[in-house]
C-alpha cells in the first residue's frame, strides 16, 4: 500500500510538471499564432522564446539542492579551450547563477588553441564562490602549480565554496593546494597516480570523482560528464537531462580509444614519450627552484 501511494504521488508529480510545461508552450504558441502582425518581431520572437526557457527550466526546477549564485571558472595562459569551456557551458545553465572567468593577473588570456579571452575579474579582485572550476592545460597548468600566491587564493575559495572543481591535469593545481590531501580523485591518463600520490592524493581510474565537496574530472571531456553529475545532484534528474538535451550530449565515438584500456600500447607509449619531453624537465626545473 505505501508502495502505491508513493508511485501516485510521483505519478502525480510528473503530470503537473508536464502540465507545467505544456501549458508554457501553448502560450507561447498563442502569443505567435495570434499576432495581427504579418511578420512578427523578430526581437520579440527572440525575447519570448528567452522568457519561456526560463520558464520551463524553472518548472523542472523542481529538486534544487542548494542555492549556487556564483560559478568562478579560472583561466591563465595555455588553458585547454574544452577543460573550462564544457563544464562552463553546463553549469552556466543554472537558473540565475552569475558565472566568472577569472585570470591570475590582469588583462587577456590565450587559450592553448590561441583563443584569446578576456576574463571578467582577476585573483586579487574575488574573495568567494558558490564553486570554483580550475580546468587544465599543459606548460601553464604546471606554471599555476607552483604559483603560492593562485594556490593561497584557491584554499581561500574553498573555505566558503559549496563545490570545489578541477577538470584534466587542472587536478595538478588543485592537489598543490593542498586540497586533495587524503582524498580520493582523478585526472588526465598522463602519469595520473605519480602526479596525485606527489601530493598524498588517492588516483582513481574512473570519469569524474567525488569525495566530500571536491569533484574531480578525467581528461578534458570528462569535464563534461562531471558538470552533468554536479547539475543533477543541485538540480535533480530532469533538469539535469533536458540540459543533455539541449547540447545533444550523446556521445557515440567513431572508434574505440579515449583511455589507456581502450588506446594500442604503442600508441599510449608514443603518447607518453611525448608529453614526457615536455613535462618532466619543467617540473624538475621549478622542483629544483623551490627547494633552493
Not at 90 to 101: D, F, P, S, T
Request: glycine share 8%.
Amino acid at each position: 500500500m505505501t508502495f502505491s501511494l508513493h508511485l501516485l504521488a510521483a505519478q502525480e508529480l510528473t503530470a503537473n510538471l508536464m502540465q507545467k510545461i505544456l501549458a508554457l508552450i501553448v502560450m507561447l504558441s498563442l502569443s505567435w499564432g495570434c499576432s495581427n502582425d504579418p511578420i512578427p518581431n523578430t526581437r520579440e520572437k527572440v525575447n519570448a522564446s528567452h522568457s519561456a526557457h526560463d520558464s520551463l527550466m524553472q518548472a523542472m526546477n523542481q529538486n534544487q539542492k542548494a542555492t549556487l549564485k556564483t560559478l568562478g571558472v579560472l583561466v591563465y595562459d595555455g588553458v585547454n579551450d574544452l577543460d573550462y569551456a564544457g563544464p562552463l557551458y553546463v553549469l552556466g545553465q543554472m537558473m540565475g547563477i552569475e558565472r566568472k572567468l577569472i585570470s591570475i593577473e590582469d588583462g587577456p588570456v590565450m587559450t592553448v588553441m590561441g583563443v584569446e579571452l578576456n576574463p571578467d575579474a582577476t585573483i586579487d579582485e574575488v574573495d568567494q564562490l558558490d564553486l570554483l572550476v580550475i580546468p587544465g592545460g599543459a606548460r601553464g597548468t604546471i606554471l599555476a602549480a607552483y604559483d603560492d600566491k593562485l594556490l593561497s587564493w584557491i584554499r581561500k575559495i574553498d573555505d566558503n565554496s559549496l563545490y570545489t572543481a578541477s577538470v584534466c591535469t587542472g587536478a595538478w593545481i588543485l592537489a598543490a593546494s593542498g586540497l586533495l590531501e587524503g582524498r580520493k580523485a582523478t585526472t588526465n591518463w598522463y602519469r595520473a597516480e605519480e602526479m596525485l600520490e606527489k601530493y598524498d592524493a588517492q588516483f582513481v581510474p574512473e570519469r569524474y570523482v567525488r569525495d566530500g565537496k571536491c569533484w574531480t574530472a578525467a581528461g578534458v571531456t570528462a569535464g563534461m560528464d562531471m558538470a552533468l553529475a554536479m547539475l543533477e545532484d543541485l538540480r535533480g534528474f530532469d533538469y539535469a537531462q533536458a540540459v543533455m538535451l539541449d547540447m545533444e550530449y550523446d556521445p557515440a565515438p567513431p572508434i574505440l580509444g579515449g583511455s589507456p584500456g581502450k588506446t594500442r600500447p604503442a600508441v599510449t607509449q608514443m603518447m607518453t614519450a611525448m608529453y614526457d619531453q615536455g613535462v618532466l624537465p619543467l617540473i624538475d626545473s621549478l622542483d629544483i627552484s623551490r627547494i633552493q
